[in-house]
Structures are given as C-alpha cells and as structure tokens.
C-alpha cells in the first residue's frame, strides 16, 4: 500500500510493525487525539515508490494532489531535500500525520549524522550545589526553603568527595544543578555566601566547578538558572559547557494555575534571553523542551522553532533535551496526567525534523514511561523516534531533580540499545564538533583537562591505559576499575546476550571491507569510515584485517634480532612530542646530554652480532655538530666492527641534514650511504603526514612532501625502507586517513617499503601533552582499528604489518596479532626513544620472550633478517644463547 512504501524504508522489522495506513492526527491537544481519516491516493500514483513519487513532482514542478500532500512533504524531509533546516510551514504541514510515518523519517534523517551507529551518554556526577530557589514551579521537588539547623549550600569539601567518587568510578562529568538565585530572597542563602566570601551564588558555583576541574580532573556542566551575559562569562572561564531548559515558550503557563506561577526565571523571554547570551559568549549550551505540564503540541513546535532560531544565530546548542513531565507527591500537580510514550517519541520525531541530523537530541532513560515495568522496548522506541543520546546517567549520586527515578544500571541500557542496532559510547559533556573547533568554544586552561579525557573521535576516553603502561598480558582487554569502562571496540560493556540488532558489520562497511580485500583502493573518506568505526562494524574490520593477514601471511609471526643504537640525544629541533632529545645543556627531562663516540658504537655493534644479531637500528637528534660527514663514519665505524651486519640507520630527517650540510642533492647523497654500508632506512620522522598536524607536532622538521621526497630517492637507488606513522596526540582519524594514502600511494610509484609500523604515541613526558595540547595517547580502540586498517587499506602493496611491543607491551601485542599483525619488529637489546617518553618498556624483548608471545596468541615464531630473509641459522642459536649485556656507563 502507499502509506507503507511511504513509511517504512528502515528495516523488515519495522515494515511488519507498521499499520497498513498511515493517519493525520490534531496538533492541537495535549496529547494524541482520536479524531483520525484515512488517506485516499489515485490508484496510478499509488504504485509509484516514494523516491519516485518525489522525483515525479519535483521534476514536474507540481505538487501532489492536496489530501496526499502531507506525505509528500514528509519524504522531502526524509530525504534530506529541505535541507538540515525546513521551514516551519513545512514541519506544522507534517505534524500531524501518523507517528509511525514521524519517527520512521526522523529516524532516518538521524542516522545520516557522523557517526550514526553510536548512541551517546555522559557518565556524571550530579552535585547539587544549592537546592534553595526562589521559584516555585508546580511539579518540581529539587526546590527547597531554607530549613533551620540545614545550610543553604554544600561546602566546598563536600563538593569535592562528590567528584572524587566520580572520578573513581569513570566518570568524566560534573553536573552542577542549583536553585535560581536564592540570595535573592532568602537571608540565609545571603548570610552563607558573605560568610563563605561570595557576593552571589554564581561567584560560588564558578568557584566550586574550578575546583573540581584542577583537583579532580572531571568537566563541569553548570545550569545555573537564568543569567546575565556577564555571569555567562564568569561560568565559562571553569566549565566547559553550560545548560537551561527553555521548558515551553508559552506564557499561559505562568498564569495563575499553571506550573509556572509565581516562578519569575520561568518567563520564556528571561530564558531565551539567557540562551542568546550564551551564543553571544561562545559557550556550548544545552537546552530542550519539558513536555507534558499543560502546553499544546504547537506550543512545543514554537518551542522548538524559537531554540532553532538562536542557533542558527549562534551555533551554539550542542543538545537538546526532550524530557517528559512526572508528577510527584508533594506538588501542586501531584494529580496531573503524566504524559504517555506517543507524545514523548513525536516531540523527539519532531524535534529531529527541525534540527537535522547533525542536532543531539536526547531522552533521559531514567523518566522514559513503563521504563518502571523493566519494558526495554520504551527505550527502543525513542532510539527509533530519532533520539541519539541518553543524557547524563551516574552510577555514583541519584537524579536529584528526579529522585524517585533511579537511574537504569549501564549494561541494561547498553544492551537495549545493542538490540536497536546502536552502540551505547560514553561522551564528555562538550561534544566532539565542539572538542573540533576548540579555539572558538573552550577556555585555552580548560582544553587541557579536555584532550585528557577525550579520545581520537571526541567521546570521553573512559580508559585507565595508555600505550607505554605495562598491561597483564594474560588479557587481551584492559580491565579498567571503575564502573564506567569501555571495552576494546569503544563501546559500553554488554554482558548479556542480545536478542537482535547489528551485530555484524554494516552494510556500508561490509562493502568498503570487500572493497579492500580485493585490492580495491578506498579514498579518504572511506578509510575514514574504517577508522572511526566502533562496536560490531569495529569488531568486523579487526576479523576481515587478521583474515587477510592468515591468507596473505599465514601463522607466521615474525621478528629481527637486532640491536638499536642511539648514538646521541642532543638535538637542534624542538619536536613536541620528544621527550628523548636534549639541548646540549638540558637535564629537564630524562638523564644528561650525550654523544657516544665512534669506539663505542663499534663495541655495541661487535656485541649485537656476538649476541645473534643480525641489523644495528641506528638514529639519533639531529646534532648542531652533524655533518654529512659524520653519518659516513659511523657507517665505517660499524662496518670494519662488525661487516656482516645489517645497517638500518637515518631517519629521513637526519639524511636530508646530512645532504644539505655537505651541499649535494639527496640522491648524492643516499648513493654515498649506500656505498659506505648502508642496508635500509627506517621510516621513522614520518610522525602524521599531514600539515594540519605537522604545523603544532613538529613545525621546524621536514614536510610531508620532502619526507616523501626521501623515500622516494632512497627507493630509486635501491635502499629499501620501512614506513611509520606516529598517533594519538592531538590528530584524528581523517588525519590518519591522509598519511595511509601517502604511504599507499607511493609504495605503489616504488614499491620500496618492507613494512608498514604504526607507532602509537607515549605521552607521559611528552612535551605536548604536558604543554596540556595532546591527549593521553591513543587508545586500545585506536591501536587496533589503526593496525587493522592499514592492513586492508596498504593491501596488496604492503603486506608486512608490524605491531610495537615496545609502545604496546606484550600483552598489547597479543591483541594486535589478532588485528591483522604479523610482525613483532625487533629485540632492540637497547632503546632510549620511547623509555624517555615514560614507557615501562623498551630496554630487550629477548627471542625466547618473543617467541614464547607468539606461541601464547596461537601462532608460529619466524626469526628474519631486515628484509624478511631467513636469519641465518649461526646467527639465530647464538640469539638463544645470548650473554647479559655490558652494562652501559
């Protein structure tokens, strides 16, 4: 029938659910009216599909006929036709048809937003600073007078043991709820703040959200009430988000009787006025909509319509707030009809039409009706209206404003929205497009706090480790302490079996995986996709990667004996992620200044090649002393000490000092490298090959095109090379995407790279991230979608994909070979770069210890040389026999 090709272009599900007609209801009541008709439609248009019936009328430039063109406008609106912003004639127009026809068009429209599979929620502690108000809203139990013997206010300790808890337990969110200007009317509240050394409770609120950011590291959101421009602004320099709920745009509701009397900061012209101040001052805003109190459903439309027109303006509301009315004992409307399911989902359908997809809209699932009958099916209903996030939950303090609904425990909700289909992901209360244009929207002071807790898509990090830290490696995932932890794939725990949904990856990423597995190259926007899955799409890439890598590679794991040299760690350049280089007098960070001298780099070569060895990895700064020549006498050095050994030695930054210091062009130069014993290059200096990040990262070193200008010339005279990337400070995954076509694309032109070696970021010393610009390095998610994609994405041109067990650890390790891995890099014997970047790792991975990881993940330990030979056999027992090193003064 025609309402059913109309309305259902979701999924079979939802096609068998639905009525066989669609119906136009009143917008006028409160609530869903009965007065219904049916829809009737010319038999010959009636066979049409709707795409078609669209294209049909917009290429003829007619309308359809006038009782069908409700459903007209409505797939208009689906499709995305109308823009991100319709008109509001065009959203009254479709008001009131059928609500499956609403939510089935808002659930599409949501689901063409960034990242349509998640489904967010902000893990929070609820601190109720004040709960004394001068208003008296009619339905509200949050606001209290002052009771004799009780202060007005919680003390700065005991705002403080709130967050701590919260911290403890992952949260990432300090919700700062509070009375509106009790001072105002009550002595006491005045008399506390004089005593305390506060003029208003704004001064008190700004000082405590300070506090609970520099002492416990959680972000404050302050909904403070109705505010001037400058108490905006006061807020802003502590928190990095604040809120107020227009509630209804309608003034009969401050007329005697209604929820609004005698409450002066409900006057929707003092809240709207509070909203714009906040776009007036940058500041990311959350507002909404409080839905069931006596208002008309074209009131919440003018509600929704008059929020819209501020953000348009401004830019600033990050999320709006459906909430439904619940009546509580105690209040004037103790006895009011609460409002049914069907008008919280068409406000939501409603508010998603209005504002697109890119809007959060949000339903907090502690007040979703028959959530109290434990009814999942509530919840998956307002999934299916358009929402796309949860809102606040805490698994530490009760919803103070709501006390009497608890909120639901992580793992129902999270398996509720498995079985919609979604992924439940914890987020920070600044969401990831504001995190993006930072500059604009966060105090400079408050950004550091941020990129902490933050991770590569802009949602809260919710995990303890980061590369560098030791990790059991009896486990494959993390086992994060607190109750707000996010699994390996990014998304909330769910721990029971769920009855439907995606658990298998999209059809999007199915296709784009397929694509790659064939050798089909994926442009950037594709990779993209790939690196910022999550959830089952996440878990399909990770098993497509290590399939490819069984077909290309087989069981085979292999590794290098091998032995690095860091002949020198004073440097010229100022790299913000290096913790390793030292100005020639510079102790700040780990140990003295130092250059090895020539007797000593032939000692440790002749001992890696006494131990097994079979390459001497060398680089170092870049010493003001340096010349040309003086990489062509280490290379000499090593040669006469030990001249079966393989040299792999330079970065692409030391080789283009080395040419411009002697004046000869860089293939002069490579041709001399060559000649003196050079085997291979690493390469490494390659960071993210991208400006945009190389600009903060690393602004005096080489480009990305003169890092790709080395490579190439070292390829075309024969020297082989690895390729690298460096991530997880202050780059994201289309960033990522960037590098992995540069990479592809010239090993395509040369076919000179050995291995592709993703190099996650150790931030602890790391100068970036204590300059508070970086984030805690990548995490667990971010190292295995990194390695996993390379692996589909470099196909077939790079076939060797290795994971760091110096950055990951072993344990790290074991979950990278089943990522699409199958390299382990080498022993190393010594290593200093990411030891001094405060990594637990580093110092020798012996080969019994190499191979007793690889056995342990199920696979088959291959000794090779650099350039994936077959070590020699000599070579290979006496790295199993290997004496304790000399100790290094």
Not at 552 to 566: A, H, K, L, T
Not at 846 to 860: N, Q, Y
Request: proline share 6%.
């Amino acid at each position: 029938m025609i309402e059913a090709n109309f309305c259902t272009q979701i999924n079979p599900e939802a096609q068998r659910a639905l009525k066989p007609k669609c119906k136009i209801s009143s917008i006028g009541s409160s609530f869903m009216s009965g007065n219904q008709q049916r829809m009737k439609e010319e038999v010959r248009f009636s066979r049409l599909k709707a795409s078609d019936r669209v294209v049909h009328h917009v290429q003829a430039g007619t309308r359809p006929p006038a009782h069908n063109s409700q459903m007209h406008t409505l797939e208009l609106l689906r499709q995305g036709l109308l823009g991100q912003h319709p008109e509001a004639a065009q959203l009254r127009e479709v008001a009131a048809l059928d609500l499956n026809c609403l939510t089935e068009a808002a659930a599409e429209v949501r689901d063409r937003r960034q990242h349509a599979s998640i489904v967010t929620f902000s893990p929070k502690v609820f601190i109720p600073l004040t709960r004394v108000c001068r208003d008296v809203c009619g339905y509200c139990t949050f606001s209290l007078g002052p009771k004799p013997g009780q202060a007005v206010y919680l003390t700065i300790e005991e705002v403080l043991n709130i967050a701590r808890a919260g911290a403890a337990a992952g949260c990432s969110e300090a919700l700062f709820t509070l009375g509106d200007k009790p001072e105002l009317v009550y002595p006491q509240a005045k008399f506390e703040l004089a005593a305390m050394g506060y003029a208003t409770t704004i001064d008190y609120v700004a000082e405590a959200a300070r506090l609970v950011l520099e002492e416990t590291g959680l972000l404050p959101h302050i909904n403070a009430g109705v505010m001037e421009r400058d108490d905006v602004a006061k807020l802003r320099r502590f928190s990095v988000s604040q809120g107020l709920m227009l509630e209804s745009i309608s003034e009969r509701l401050m007329e005697p009787g209604g929820p609004h009397f005698n409450s002066p900061d409900k006057n929707p012209a003092a809240r709207l006025a509070t909203i714009e101040a906040a776009g007036e001052e940058k500041v990311p805003f959350t507002s909404g909509l409080l839905i069931g109190i006596g208002e008309t459903r074209e009131e919440r439309l003018d509600s929704l319509f008059a929020l819209r027109e501020l953000h348009l303006k401004y830019g600033h509301i990050q999320e709006l707030i459906i909430q439904n009315f619940r009546a509580k004992k105690g209040t004037r409307m103790a006895n009011a009809p609460e409002p049914p399911l069907e008008e919280l989902t068409w406000t939501v359908a409603m508010a998603r039409l209005t504002f697109g997809s890119a809007m959060s809209i949000q339903a907090p699932p502690n007040l979703t009706p028959n959530v109290h009958l434990e009814d999942e099916s509530s919840w998956r209903a307002l999934i299916a209206s358009g929402i796309n996030d949860w809102g606040g939950v805490s698994p530490v303090t009760i919803d103070w404003v709501n006390p009497e609904a608890p909120w639901p425990h992580l793992e129902t909700l999270s398996a509720a929205t498995s079985e919609s289909g979604k992924s439940l992901v914890p987020r920070l209360p600044l969401y990831p497009e504001y995190i993006r244009q930072a500059a604009t929207w966060v105090e400079p002071s408050i950004m550091k706090s941020v990129l902490r807790s933050s991770n590569s898509l802009g949602y809260a990090r919710a995990e303890s480790w980061s590369p560098g830290i030791a990790m059991d490696e009896s486990t494959i995932a993390y086992s994060y302490q607190g109750s707000v932890a996010v699994e390996n794939d990014g998304t909330m725990k769910v721990s029971r079996p769920t009855t439907g949904g995606l658990r298998t990856g999209s059809s999007e990423i199915t296709e784009l995986v397929q694509r790659a597995q064939i050798g089909e190259q994926l442009a950037e926007l594709e990779i993209t996709k790939l690196l910022e899955a999550v959830g089952p799409d996440f878990e399909y890439i990770r098993s497509a990667a290590d399939a490819l890598r069984s077909r290309v590679n087989g069981d085979e794991v292999s590794y290098v004996v091998n032995r690095n040299i860091n002949y020198t760690n004073v440097c010229s350049y100022r790299c913000q992620f290096c913790a390793f280089s030292k100005g020639k007098t510079n102790e700040e960070l780990r140990g003295k200044p130092y250059r090895l001298s020539l007797e000593e780099i032939a000692r440790r070569s002749i001992e890696a090649w006494e131990r097994g060895a079979t390459e001497v990895c060398m680089q170092g700064g870049i010493h003001p002393e340096f010349t040309g020549e003086t990489y062509l006498d280490i290379l000499n050095t090593v040669r006469k000490a030990a001249p079966k050994i393989h040299v792999h030695a330079f970065s692409p930054l030391e080789v283009f000092q080395g040419a411009s210091t002697l004046g000869i062009s860089l293939e002069e130069y490579l041709k001399e490298l060559k000649k003196a014993g050079l085997g291979s290059l690493p390469g490494t200096a390659a960071e993210v090959l991208d400006e945009e990040v190389r600009s903060v990262l690393c602004p005096d070193k080489i480009n990305t095109r003169q890092w790709l200008e080395i490579m190439e010339t070292a390829h075309s005279v024969g020297l082989r090379t690895t390729s690298t990337i460096m991530f997880g400070h202050l780059d994201r995954p289309y960033h990522w995407a960037r590098h992995l076509l540069h990479v592809r694309n010239l090993q395509m032109r040369t076919g000179g790279f050995t291995e592709f070696v993703p190099l996650p970021f150790v931030h602890m010393e790391a100068p970036v991230f204590l300059k508070g610009r970086a984030r805690k390095g990548p995490t667990m998610r971010d190292c295995i979608i990194m390695h996993s994609v390379a692996r589909l994405v470099l196909y077939p041109h790079i076939t060797n994909i290795q994971a760091s067990w110096v950055k990951m650890g072993p344990g790290g390790v074991k979950t990278l070979l089943a990522a699409g891995c199958n390299d382990m890099g080498g022993s190393l014997m010594n290593e200093s770069i990411t030891r001094a970047a405060g990594a637990s790792y580093g110092e020798e991975l012996p080969p019994h210890e190499m191979e007793r990881v690889i056995l342990a993940s199920g696979r088959r330990p291959r000794q090779r040389t650099t350039l994936y030979g077959e070590a020699p056999a000599e070579q290979a027992q006496r790295s199993f026999g290997a004496k304790p090193l000399v100790p290094i003064r």
